[in-house]
Structures are given as structure tokens and as C-alpha cells.
């Protein structure tokens, strides 16, 4: 029998109606494979059930200390109930209303029964929905600022370490002047450094939607109050404080609050997830130069054919999830622009979507980031074996100074390095040897003025500039006043690991 004839009754598309059934549901791979259990919680059902529990009772207490006829026992039933909830009820009141809010609604009202008279008095739907929205975003920001903040203090490690090893700098890709490692790396930093500032300042910002009602007016409220301007007014800044959001409830409204702030945080996510590209797409080129490593675990497989590759599969990884974040903008641009007066629901399902996956994705990124960082390994001989392939070239000007201080004829001398340099070149590319550049200078009687002292022209640490007094003053000036300012934040546990 062939082969091929075990195919013959085999639907290689499909499935027998009764194989795997407990497989068959489609599973994100953002949250089944990479998410962390920090970041999922936060968007969990958990989460933002009883996040709208406890705007209900925010609402319900302030409403009484309003002068509103809401007992103390329907105030504690709530305050006893915010954590028992009951999906599968909730999922059937839903599916009786057709509308989710209302579902738990009834779902609490059974848990609080002598609250239901006064859940959700005087609300609308987004009085739940767009405060927790906000409530979710501000934890998940939270939650990046402490991880942008321990990236930043695990790279300053890996930046002052190799301060003053020089290595080559590449311009288009192409040899430049020499850099340091270490002064590299700071420009990693201060991309996250400038995404740090932008997470810090909608942290600062980011207010609350509050309590305004179907349209923004606060119509329903101002009716419960007999036409009470200030209590209106105190209402709304009640609820907000006692959610975490003292003095920040946003200044109008239509039934939602503006989605401009969804586009301004995918955009701070989109910049982080940008400054992750960059750095790992250095680290990639790095190590094809076999310059610079990511960390590689003693049983990792690189390739599954290929059993002595070391890919940066770390890295790679980083970059695919920042290219997924880079997309996401545009997204909550079109859906802001399309909010026709004071709302409509084409909002809804993309923002389910895009604001908890881009904050997923932010966060697997900066947990690479740190792993990447905290375990990547320069080897500094392949670094100087580079460097002194090109120094040559980049040292003839120094060479040419110093002949002409003992007397040369700088018009005599710039051509013979020219020719030199062609030569040297042509032995490079044409021949695949290594630079012989200052063996012709050495032989050549014009340069002797320079014979005895050549290795000292060529000592690589004499063409990084400021290289490394820039990467201390960086440290020290821009990154350790975060790092005193953020202290707090260093010692927080990552939860999840990297698993590659």
C-alpha cells in the first residue's frame, strides 16, 4: 500500500464530527501565549464587573449624602456584594434584556435586594462603562510606568558597565566614527525615557467621565436634585474622588467621554512599542556582527534544523508584538473622528479590542525588554576586532596632522594616504584580507615622522569623542533623578517571566 493511500478518506481541511471538541474554540494568542497575569487581570471580567459594582455604590452613597432617600442597609448590602457576583445570572439577564449593563444590574440587584430599588439611580449605561474604561486604563498605565522605570534602571547597569568601550558607530549601515557601547544604549534610554514623560503626564492628566448623564447635560441628575445645581455639580465630584480621581473629572461630555484620550494612550503605547523596535532591531543587527547577544538559555533551541544558529528570538519577538502596537492608532483615530454629536456605538466593539490588546502587547514588550537587557552579553573582542578593521581609515587625518606638525607637506602627504587608502581598500574587498593600511604607512619613508608612535594614533579610546563623559551625564543627570523619584516602583515584583 503507498503512502499516499492513507489519505484517501482523510478531509485534511476538517475534523470527524466528534474529535477534539473541547479545542475548537479559536484562542487569542496574544493572551493565551504571551500576556502577563498583571495585565490580564486588569482587564479581566473580574475586574470590570466589579469595578461597575463599586461606581454603583460610589453613586448610591453620594446620592445619600446628597440628601437622597437611600438607606444605610442598602448601602452595606452593596458594599457586602461587590465581589459576589454571578456570571451565569448576569449572562441570563442578558440575554433576556439584550443589554449587558442591565443584565448586572439584576445580577446585583439579586446579591443586594434591598439595593435594587436604587442601582444605578439616575445613570446611563457609559456612567458604568466609560469610568471603568478610564479606571482600566489608569491601572494598565500604572503598571507600564513601573516597568518602563525598571527597564530604564536595568539598562543604566548595562550602559555604564561599557561606557568607555569603544565600538564602531554606523551611519546608512556603514561604518562611521566610533561610539561606545555603553553610549548606544543611551540612546535606547532616552526614546524610554521620552515614553516614560508621556505615560507620567496621562497619568497626571487622565480624567475621570464622572456622573453626566445620557447626553453630558446631567438632566436625569439635576431632576433627582429639584433643579440643585451645586448638588449636581457635587455629585459629579464626589463620585469622582472616591474613585481614585480627586479634582479630575473631565469638563464636558457628551453621553461618553471624548474618544481623543483612547487615541492619545494608543499613541504613547504605539511610542514605547517603537522605541522596543529600535532597540531590538539594533540587537539583531548586533548580534549578526556577533558584537552583541541576547540572553540564551542552555537548552534553547535556536533552529530546528539549523542546530548551531543562536537566533535572537527574543528580540524578534519584542519586534513583531511592537509592529502589532504600531498599528493601532490609526484605529482609535478613524473611531474618535467618527463619533457623530454626542455619540454613536460604532465605538464599541473596536475599543474592546484595540485598548486592552494594545496594552497587552506594551506589556509583553517590556518584560523583553528587561530580560534582553538584563542578561545581554557583549563580547568585547569581536567589538575591538571590528573596530580595528575600520580605526585605519578613520585615524589618517590624525597621521596627517601630526606629519605636518614635523614638517610635512600636508598636499604630498593627503595624497599618499589617498593612495594608501585605495590600495588598502582594494586588499579588503578584492582579496578579503585585512586592512593593511598602516603597514603602508609604516614603509612609507613620508610618514616617518609618525613610525614610532603609530599604535598610540590608533588607540581606539582617542575617537569616541564625548562618547563616554555624554553616557555618565546622561545617567547621571536624566536617568538617576527618575530613579530616585520612582524608587518605589524598583522593587515591584514582575510576575511573569519570559518564556521563549
Known amino acids: 500500500m503507498s503512502s499516499s493511500s492513507l489519505f484517501e478518506d482523510i478531509d485534511v481541511a476538517g475534523l470527524p464530527d466528534d474529535a477534539l471538541l473541547d479545542h475548537r474554540k479559536y484562542e487569542h494568542p496574544l493572551v493565551q501565549r504571551y500576556a502577563t497575569k498583571e495585565m490580564s487581570a486588569i482587564f479581566s471580567p473580574a ?22 432617600d437611600i438607606s444605610a442597609e442598602q448601602l452595606q448590602q452593596m458594599k457586602d456584594n461587590l465581589y459576589n457576583i454571578d456570571f451565569d445570572k448576569a449572562d441570563e439577564y442578558e440575554s433576556k434584556f439584550r443589554h449587558d449593563v442591565m443584565g448586572h444590574v ?49 539598562l543604566k547597569k548595562f550602559a555604564s558597565t561599557h561606557a568607555d568601550v569603544p565600538t564602531l558607530g554606523f551611519t546608512h549601515y556603514q561604518p562611521a566614527q566610533l561610539t561606545t557601547v555603553g553610549k548606544r544604549c543611551t540612546l535606547w534610554m532616552q526614546d524610554l ?18 456622573v453626566k448623564g445620557t447626553t453630558g447635560t446631567q438632566a436625569t441628575f439635576l431632576e433627582l436634585f429639584d433643579g440643585d445645581h451645586a448638588k449636581v455639580k457635587e455629585l459629579n465630584r464626589k463620585v469622582c ?24 494612550i494608543l499613541t504613547l503605547l504605539s511610542g514605547i512599542a517603537q522605541s522596543a523596535y529600535k532597540m531590538c532591531g539594533d540587537v539583531r543587527l548586533l548580534a549578526n556582527l556577533k558584537e552583541v547577544e541576547e540572553p540564551f538559555a542552555k537548552n534553547q533551541i535556536g533552529s530546528s534544523a539549523m542546530a548551531y544558529k543562536r537566533n535572537p ?8 508584538l511592537a509592529r502589532y ?17 454626542e455619540r454613536t456605538l460604532d465605538d464599541s466593539a473596536i475599543r474592546r479590542i484595540i485598548l486592552p490588546e494594545g496594552f497587552l502587547a506594551v506589556d509583553v514588550v517590556l518584560n523583553l525588554l528587561m530580560n534582553i537587557a538584563d542578561g ?14 575600520e580605526l585605519p581609515f578613520m585615524a589618517t587625518e590624525v597621521i596627517l596632522m601630526e606629519c605636518v606638525k614635523a614638517g610635512g607637506d600636508r598636499q604630498e602627504l593627503h595624497e599618499a594616504i589617498r593612495l594608501h587608502s585605495m590600495d588598502a581598500g582594494k586588499v579588503v574587498k578584492g582579496e578579503g584580507k585585512s ?62 517571566g519570559v518564556n521563549v
Not at 525615557?193 to 464622572?210: A, F, S, T, W
Not at 528570538?313 to 513583531?320: A, D, F, L, N, P
Not at 545581554?376 to 578593521?389: A, D, G, L, T
Open 325 to 341: 502596537i504600531m498599528g493601532l492608532p490609526p484605529g482609535a483615530a478613524a473611531t474618535h473622528a467618527n463619533q457623530w454629536f
Open 47 to 68: 475586574m470590570k464587573f466589579t469595578t461597575w459594582r463599586k461606581l454603583w455604590l460610589a453613586l448610591a452613597e453620594s446620592e445619600k449624602e446628597l440628601g437622597l
Open 313 to 320: 528570538m527574543r528580540s524578534e519577538r519584542c519586534c513583531s
Open 106 to 154: 439584576h445580577a446585583f440587584g439579586d446579591a443586594a435586594p434591598k439595593a435594587m430599588p436604587i442601582i444605578h439611580l439616575g445613570a446611563t449605561s457609559c456612567y458604568v462603562g466609560d469610568n471603568t474604561d478610564i479606571v482600566q486604563l489608569k491601572e494598565a498605565l500604572k503598571l507600564v510606568k513601573t516597568k518602563l522605570v525598571q527597564t530604564l534602571a536595568i
Open 376 to 389: 545581554m552579553v557583549v563580547w568585547p573582542k569581536v567589538v575591538e576586532k571590528h573596530v580595528r578593521e
Open 193 to 210: 525615557l521620552l515614553d516614560y514623560d508621556r505615560v507620567k503626564h496621562e497619568l497626571d492628566n487622565l480624567p475621570m467621565r464622572g
Open 435 to 496: 586592512n593593511d593600511l598602516l603597514e603602508r604607512i609604516a614603509k612609507d619613508p613620508l610618514f616617518v615622522a609618525v613610525h614610532d608612535k603609530l599604535d598610540t594614533l590608533v588607540d581606539p579610546k582617542l575617537f569616541i569623542g564625548r562618547a563616554r563623559e555624554q553616557t555618565e551625564e546622561f545617567l547621571e543627570e536624566e536617568i538617576d533623578p527618575i530613579l530616585e523619584m520612582e524608587k518605589g516602583l524598583l522593587g515591584k515584583e514582575v510576575v511573569d
Open 241 to 264: 474622588a472616591k474613585m481614585g480621581f480627586e479634582n479630575k473629572c473631565i469638563a464636558v461630555s457628551g453621553q461618553t467621554y471624548t474618544r481623543k484620550i483612547d487615541y492619545h
